[in-house]
């Protein structure tokens, strides 16, 4: 869902430019990676130069951008199932549906690690813990409707 329409995709280049963050601050790339000093992941992303990257002086491909993706949402997934495992205990993680385990990376990414964190997404979290989708769906505001509404579609699938 996110970057559906594609913004800073040169289909003549096969590659993605930076483009305007509909959140605002720094640019972000293909599916909403954000252009950020300490936001890259991957080995590929972070050798190169950012502020070409930034400016749309180079664009990257999208094996480049896919690699980027998965490499930050396994890092998500470790960083909760340790918070997690804290938190609850240390079979809790293993025991959560995956559907549930890539809901929570999906808040994790969107909003930021300090953000999962905080009271807003814990009783999500206990939800997820506990396989208590209601709880889940009462705690599931993205902050927009139709990503609240496409994720809660995914919970419910």
């Keep these: 869902a996110e970057n ?5 995709w040169n289909s003549s280049e096969n590659k993605w ?3 305007s963050s509909a959140e605002g601050g720094d640019p972000t790339i293909s599916y909403g990676i954000k252009l950020s000093s300490g936001f890259l992941q991957s080995n590929e992303m972070k050798l190169m130069n950012l502020n070409d ?7 990257i491909s999208e094996s480049v951008a896919e690699n980027e993706i998965i490499t930050k949402a396994n890092n998500a997934l470790i960083d909760i199932k340790k918070l997690i495992n804290n938190r609850f205990g240390v079979s809790y993680f293993d ?9 929570m990376v ?3 990414l969107n909003h930021g690690s300090g953000s999962f ?3 807003k997404w814990k009783p999500f979290i206990e939800g997820a813990v506990n396989n208590d989708l209601n709880k889940m ?3 599931s505001n993205r902050g927009n409707t139709q990503r609240t509404n496409l994720f809660i579609d995914y919970l419910k699938s």
């Excluded at 559906?4 to 800073?8: P, R, T, V």
């Excluded at 025991?95 to 809901?103: F, M, Q, V």
């Design 137 to 139: 769906l009462a705690n």
């Design 53 to 59: 990257l930034q400016n749309g002086s180079i664009g």
């Design 117 to 119: 964190r905080k009271d």
């Design 4 to 8: 559906g329409i594609k913004k800073g």
């Design 95 to 103: 025991n959560i549906e995956e559907k549930y385990k890539y809901a």
């Design 106 to 108: 999906d808040i994790y």
């Design 17 to 19: 430019y930076a483009h």
